[in-house]
């Protein structure tokens, strides 16, 4: 072990004018969060459509919260978010969708628009515990549950899979 009367190296703590944690001994936090925005972006609208009504995300219209990487005596890497989440997804009506048609107001060309939100996208949630909420939109007197579902439903595990991709490339960064 080091003595300290020996002035062995490993004891003496240099002041650096940047701040950084010498020799990564303790923790080390990054703010991620615009990063994490930018991931998004390209992960959530390259999900590829589903079959039935080609069902897809056009945007990510917000992402709330906070987003890090933190690293423990220089090695080991921990992602911490807290996010809320909020898309525009749009499905096309097809001739042989007719419950896709039935449950939304047609906007004029046959295209039907909406937004997801994950409310608590957080790293001490499990994916199971994702709560997403979906809304079409449409006026008039519509049941849209069906609509709903089949969004959610169809959405969701594309969705928690580009989720879990941004993760594991936030620890790698």
């Known amino acids: ?19 950084k944690n010498v020799n990564g001994w303790h923790w080390e936090e990054k703010n991620r969060l615009e990063w994490t925005k930018q991931r ?13 009504g080609n069902l897809r995300i056009c945007e990510v219209t917000d992402v709330v919260g906070e987003a890090m ?3 423990r005596k220089g090695n080991k890497k921990l992602a911490i978010f807290d996010l809320k989440i909020t898309l525009k997804w749009q499905a096309q009506a097809e001739d042989d969708a007719e419950q896709v048609r039935s ?3 047609d906007t004029g060309s046959g295209v ?3 937004t997801l939100q994950l409310d608590d996208f957080a790293s001490h949630s499990e994916p199971d515990e994702y709560i997403f909420t979906v809304t079409a ?4 007197e519509i049941d ?5 579902r089949g969004v959610a439903e169809s959405l969701r595990p594309q969705i928690i899979g580009a989720l879990q991709q941004l993760l ?3 620890v790698e960064l």
């Open 1 to 19: 072990m080091a003595k300290w009367e020996e002035r062995d190296p490993r004891w003496l703590v240099q002041h650096r004018d940047d701040g």
């Open 40 to 52: 998004l972006q390209e992960l959530l609208p390259a999900i590829p459509a589903a079959v039935t």
């Open 69 to 71: 990487t933190s690293t």
């Open 103 to 105: 449950q939304a107001v």
């Open 112 to 114: 039907y628009k909406g």
């Open 137 to 140: 939109d449409a006026t008039g």
């Open 144 to 148: 849209k549950r069906e609509l709903y």
């Open 168 to 170: 594991q490339e936030m």
